[in-house]
């Protein structure tokens, strides 16, 4: 019997763009929702036009888009996704971005004449009307503080999953390894989420000055996992494996949630010293990546994202539901 007090998923609509079809089809299975999906069509000039294939009068909506290349094309699709639900006549709207755009454009740099092109994403999307955003592993956490106090954000981690994976590698004198100095945090986390392991895990940093690149920690005869929340051209990540591998590092993995893999990538990952790269996929990997190198494996947060989809629509806590240690939570399993 239903709680009192909570909703069923009768008034639960999926809408999804054109971006990341394959997740938006998996989070409908696990929910066991049909999706439904949006009419986009592009005009000659490379305008965007959006209807709605279905009523979502008085629904909450969660618009399932992630924003990665083509990431302008991908914001406008959610920017008007959003406008399209709320003049609707939705109940609420809730926008589902597991790749945040321009997260990297968060703060303004000393005697620069720039935007804050993070913030002015969370305005776009406040001023469509966004009830809600949902994101996995944000470049940085103040992005949550981009958006009023009338629209809470949900930041998600994806490193649970690749924590379950490393488990089943048998590591041998684990090291985890931030590639730079912003990274240490999350790499630490990662840290704490293997302490399950036979081999207590320890943590080390490159830290690059000019072109010297410095090891800060040992990882002599060490499995070692390099942590970051993205890979764009693949340079930060592999110049940290080849170094550790120079120090004496035995295998090396790098761990990332966000696969963006832009220009030569695949060609330098495939010559580094990396011998496996865990994403998550909330970007999905062009098809350039996987013919220029056979050593990145992709691992799905449809489940992690499922469950806190079903989590804000019945009004339970999101926080509760994903408090949980790194090494177990049963969320992903």
């Known amino acids: 019997m239903e709680e009192v007090g909570k909703k069923d998923l009768s008034k639960l609509k999926l809408v999804t763009g054109t971006s990341n079809r394959a997740l938006a089809d998996e989070i409908s299975a696990r929910l066991g929702v049909s999706l439904s999906p949006a ?6 000039d490379g305008e965007v036009n959006i209807r709605l294939s279905e009523s979502v009068r008085g629904c909450d909506v969660f618009i399932l888009q992630s924003c990665g290349p083509p990431v302008n094309d991908n914001l406008v699709e959610l920017l008007l996704l959003i406008s399209s639900a709320k003049r609707a006549s939705a109940a609420s709207v ?3 971005v597991p790749y945040y ?5 968060s703060h303004l740099p000393d005697k620069l004449r720039v935007p804050i092109a993070g913030a002015d994403v969370a305005k776009m999307m ?4 966004v009830d809600r955003v949902l994101s996995i592993d944000l470049h940085c956490a ?3 503080g981009f958006f009023g106090p009338r629209t809470p954000v949900d930041n998600l981690y994806a490193a649970p999953a690749a924590v379950s994976y490393f488990h089943s590698k048998d590591l041998v004198r684990p090291a985890v390894v931030s590639p730079d100095a912003a990274g240490v945090a999350r790499a630490k986390l990662f840290c704490e989420g293997l302490q399950c392991s036979a081999d207590i895990p320890h943590l080390a940093i490159c830290v690059k000055v000019g072109d010297t690149v410095t090891l800060v920690g040992d990882v002599d005869a060490c499995d070692v996992i390099v942590v970051d929340d993205l890979i764009d051209s693949g340079r930060t990540l592999t110049t940290a494996a080849n170094h550790c591998k120079d120090k004496g590092a035995k295998r090396i993995f790098g761990f990332a949630t966000h696969a963006l893999f832009s220009g030569t990538a695949g060609e330098l990952i495939e010559a580094s010293a990396v011998d496996e790269i865990i994403v998550a996929n909330t970007i999905e990997l062009a098809p350039k990546l996987l013919e220029s190198t056979r050593k990145v494996r992709q691992l799905s ?12 629509h019945t009004g339970d806590s999101v926080s509760e539901l994903f408090t949980s240690t790194l090494a177990g939570s049963s969320v992903l399993q």
């Open 39 to 44: 009419y986009v069509k592009r005009f000659n």
């Open 94 to 96: 809730t926008a589902v």
């Open 101 to 105: 755009p321009y997260a990297r454009q």
């Open 126 to 129: 406040e001023s469509m009307g």
């Open 142 to 144: 103040q992005i949550q």
């Open 301 to 312: 947060v449809g489940k992690l994202i499922e469950g806190a989809v079903r989590a804000i």
